[in-house]
């Protein structure tokens, strides 16, 4: 390679990089906007609308991660909004897991998930003595995989 080469290579590359950037991106968009209609496996989302739940409130989460994806902030600041109309309102948080892998594992993951939502409404105004965490439970059937990576939160 001569030093005439190099620089013509270099934005030869440069250009291709850039280029796999924008697609990666491109299709990184696209699969967030349609995590936000349903759950997948590697995309963490939100429910919006509690009414479709039964007063329930969901943050799903990425696959093996406890990190809240940053569309929960809608759902968490109406929730610590209601729970702090209300003092005396209690904010159930439930951590879900599957049957998949190890019982001990998931149960864990499904704990720190309600963890991190039990400190995002702290942080947002709610009293922690207002906030419940309840056992991590184990999904049923052969629902949508997302179903188990979901924390649920229910103001009372």
Excluded: C, W
Aim: charged share 20%.
């Amino acid at each position: 390679m001569s030093d005439q080469e190099a620089p013509e290579q270099k934005i030869a590359l440069t250009v291709i990089g850039l280029l796999v950037a924008a697609v990666v991106a491109a299709v990184l968009g696209l699969g967030i906007s349609k995590a936000r209609h349903q759950p997948s496996a590697t995309t963490a989302t939100t429910t919006a609308a509690p009414a479709e739940t039964g007063g329930i409130e969901r943050i799903y989460f990425a696959l093996g991660q406890d990190a809240l994806p940053p569309e929960a902030a809608d759902v968490l600041a109406r929730v610590a909004k209601a729970a702090r109309s209300n003092t005396a309102t209690v904010v159930s948080v439930s951590g879900f897991h599957d049957a998949s892998g190890d019982l001990a594992t998931n149960q864990e993951l499904a704990k720190r998930r309600a963890q991190q939502v039990r400190h995002a409404l702290e942080a947002n105004g709610v009293s922690g003595p207002q906030i419940v965490l309840n056992k991590p439970a184990q999904t049923k059937g052969d629902g949508d995989p997302a179903e188990a990576r979901r924390v649920d939160i229910r103001v009372e």
